[in-house]
């Protein structure tokens, strides 16, 4: 069964389609590059997977349950996560803070009921925080741990997003150009990272990426989005090879 499945999708503006009419699945144990020129919808696309806009036409199912008109944060509880859906880190805060703050679960729910009973409190915040330096240590960040996350390079608060990902409990992660602003040695680091919650977390990625080495390394399958539709999909070399794809980046 698939992960998440688009049935139809349309997210009209006025009289203009930015979605028009998309239907795909993402299988559980991939990661699906989403490729194609700017304005090719694929912004709007993640918008209405995430729940930021209601779709005009289709539907979206997730683990097998229809979501189609869930609010984000409910799709959120249901392990469908987006990077930036969960704030930007707090810059005056350090890095473990900023992953001790992630709402495990349920924003105001899990975390804040236990703070009000003697004992439960310790208990928990240890196991937070326990977490977070086991995420730290997985992320190789445990160096920067007591640092203000402010501080930190344009890599590094990439590898912090994903670590606040890894304090919820997601099963779809959409990221969104994860490979804007890191320079070559943190790239790396992060593919390598992506790669692993993959293959050992089980974690399935959506990723809108322009930087193509980053795609052809991590994604399979590829999809390439042009004026609202699905052009095509398949493995990065079809992808890369298929005539259109090529006309729709000569377009842009
Ligand atoms: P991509 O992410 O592929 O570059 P977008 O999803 O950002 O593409 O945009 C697709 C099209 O939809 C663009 O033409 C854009 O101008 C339009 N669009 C996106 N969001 C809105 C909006 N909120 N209102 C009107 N038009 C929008």
Known sequence: ???????????????????????????????????????????????????????????????????TRLRTDERFHRGLVRTFQIPHEFPRLTVLENLMVVPPKQPGEQLWANWFTPGEVARTEAEVRQKAIDVLAFLELTHVMNERAGNLSGGQKKLLELGRTMMTNAKLVLLDEPAAGVNRTLLRKLEEKIQILNREWNYTFILIEHDMEMIEKLCDPVICMAEGKVLIEGDFATVRNDPRVLEAYLGE
Do not use: C
Request: hydrophobic fraction near 45%.
């Open 1 to 67: 069964m698939a992960l998440l499945e688009l049935e139809n999708l349309v997210m009209a503006f006025g009289g203009f389609r930015a979605v028009d009419g998309v239907s795909l699945k993402v299988e559980p144990g991939t990661i699906t590059g989403l490729i194609g020129p700017n304005g090719a919808g694929k912004t709007t696309l993640f918008n209405v997977i995430a729940g930021a806009y209601q779709p005009t036409a289709g539907r979206i199912r997730f683990d097998g349950e229809e979501i």
